[in-house]
T-cell receptor
C-alpha cells in the first residue's frame, strides 16, 4: 500500500485557518487522496477527497500539489468542534482502505 | 437512513468467553469493513467484504477471530476465546464503492470491548 506521512500533532487558534499537510511521495497515478477525521469517542467521518485538482466542500478545501506528492487539508476557520484526529489516506479502487496514525489537531479558544 | 448500526455499544466480558459484535450496514452498500482501534496500534483494518464475500482477511490477528456476512444487511465479528489484549474499540464501516469508484466510507459508532 502507498504510504502517507503526517505530523503527529498541530495546534490552531479558534477562528483562524488551519493547514494540515500530508506527504505521499510514492503515490501512483490512480490513487485518490482521501481525508477523514475522528472526533473524540466517535467513528471516523469523511471530510473530502480528490485526484489531481483542488477540491472544495462545505467542510474544507483540499489543495493537491502539481506533482501529487503532497496535499494539504485546509479548514478555513477552525472551531472548537474541529478538534480531532485527521487522517490522510491514499485510495485505489479495489484495494484496502488503510488508516495511518493521523494528525491530532488541537483548537485553542 | 439510520447510518451504520453497531451493537452492542459496550461489552465487558471475562477472558475465555466468546464475544460477538454485530453490524448493520447502510442499505444498498456493497462493501463492509471491520476495523479495530487501540491507543498503541491506531486504526487497523481487520477484514472487508464485497457483496457479502470476504475479500481480504489478512488483518485478522489470529484464528480466534472470525467474521461473517450472511446477507447484505448483517455482519458479525466473533472472538473465541477472548483475551485481555483484544480489548479495543471495534468499528464497522460500509460503502457503495462497487457502484461509484472511491466512494466514501460511513462508520458506525463502534463497540467498546473490555476483556477482563
Amino acid at each position: 500500500d502507498a504510504k502517507t506521512t503526517q505530523p503527529n500533532s498541530m495546534e490552531s487558534n479558534e477562528e483562524e485557518p488551519v493547514h494540515l499537510p500530508c506527504n505521499h511521495s510514492t503515490i501512483s497515478g490512480t490513487d485518490y487522496i482521501h481525508w477523514y477525521r475522528q472526533l473524540p469517542s466517535q467513528g471516523p467521518e469523511y471530510v473530502i477527497h480528490g485526484l489531481t485538482s483542488n477540491v472544495n466542500n462545505r467542510m474544507a478545501s483540499l489543495a493537491i500539489a502539481e506533482d501529487r506528492k503532497s496535499s494539504t487539508l485546509i479548514l478555513h476557520r477552525a472551531t472548537l468542534r474541529d478538534a480531532a484526529v485527521y487522517y490522510c489516506i491514499l485510495d485505489n479502487y479495489g484495494q484496502n482502505f488503510v488508516f495511518g496514525p493521523g494528525t491530532r489537531l488541537s483548537v485553542l479558544p | 437512513d439510520a447510518g451504520v448500526i453497531q451493537s452492542p455499544r459496550h461489552e465487558v466480558t471475562e477472558m475465555g468467553q466468546e464475544v460477538t459484535l454485530r453490524c448493520k450496514p447502510i442499505s444498498g452498500h456493497d462493501y463492509l469493513f471491520w476495523y479495530r482501534q487501540t491507543m498503541m496500534r491506531g486504526l487497523e483494518l481487520l477484514i472487508y467484504f464485497n457483496n457479502n464475500v470476504p475479500i481480504d482477511d489478512s488483518g485478522m490477528p489470529e484464528d480466534r477471530f472470525s467474521a461473517k456476512m450472511p446477507n447484505a444487511s448483517f455482519s458479525t465479528l466473533k472472538i473465541q476465546p477472548s483475551e485481555p489484549r483484544d480489548s479495543a474499540v471495534y468499528f464497522c464501516a460500509s460503502s457503495s464503492r462497487g457502484t461509484q469508484i472511491n466512494e466514501k466510507l460511513f462508520f458506525g459508532s463502534g463497540t467498546q470491548l473490555s476483556v477482563l
